[in-house]
């Protein structure tokens, strides 16, 4: 499987590229700007885009995918709740410095449980609430299995909580009961940031003391 991941846009988020090698079909995670670089990765792997797919609509996170879509085909994926921040990405451009037009429609309404097919490959669909309504982590079963926990879980850190509709205790049960519950060798992928597991974050954030006693 190919597996590419790399900052775009001015707070850099962590987009990733998934590629099944026989299909060359591909899902993109969070395209949060620069489309320019991330289909210069989908050439160099020779793949086509089945899924654009968003952990939550912050614009950092969702700024290339109308362009993707266009240019590159493929479903754009999000969960409904998070449909407000959506409709309203010129607004949250202003808050950055930059403008945008409205984006597209969204393709796929994803929801907990839902599965994404790429070739021989698939992610299972988390529901996250708490950085934003509609939040999701999206699960690779392997080798150590990874979580694209999009802004819900860092290297010894968590999503805020401040910004629209975010909420401080969802986000606590959503990583208690749905992250933590996850294998303890099961590498995060977070959407800012380097790569940790569940076992070093159960142990070592501050901010999540609490729940692993």
Do not use: Y
């Amino acid at each position: 499987m190919i597996l590419e991941s790399f900052p775009v846009g001015p707070l850099q988020c962590n987009c990733v590229v998934l590629g099944d090698e026989e299909s060359r079909t591909a899902v993109v995670i969070d395209p949060g700007d620069e489309a320019e670089a991330i289909e210069e990765v989908l050439d160099q792997h020779r793949l086509k885009i089945s899924e654009i797919v968003h952990t939550h609509a912050h614009i950092d996170h969702i700024l290339a995918a109308d362009r993707l879509r266009r240019e590159r085909g493929g479903r754009v994926g999000l969960h409904e709740a998070d449909r407000f921040l959506w409709d309203a990405v010129p607004m949250q451009a202003s808050f950055i410095g930059v403008k945008s037009q409205p984006l597209g429609a969204v393709d796929r309404w994803l929801k907990g449980g839902d599965t994404i097919l790429f070739g021989r490959h698939h992610l299972d669909v988390i529901e996250t609430p708490g950085h934003t309504p509609g939040s999701l982590c999206f699960l690779l079963d392997g080798a150590p299995p990874i979580v694209f926990s999009g802004d819900t879980l860092f290297q010894r850190s968590i999503g805020r909580t401040d910004l629209w509709g975010g909420s401080h205790e969802r986000l606590l049960t959503s990583i208690r009961d749905r992250l933590f519950t996850l294998d303890a060798e099961t590498l995060v992928h977070p959407g800012h940031g380097s790569m940790t597991t569940i076992r070093d974050e159960k142990k070592s954030n501050p901010f999540l003391r609490d729940l692993s006693r």
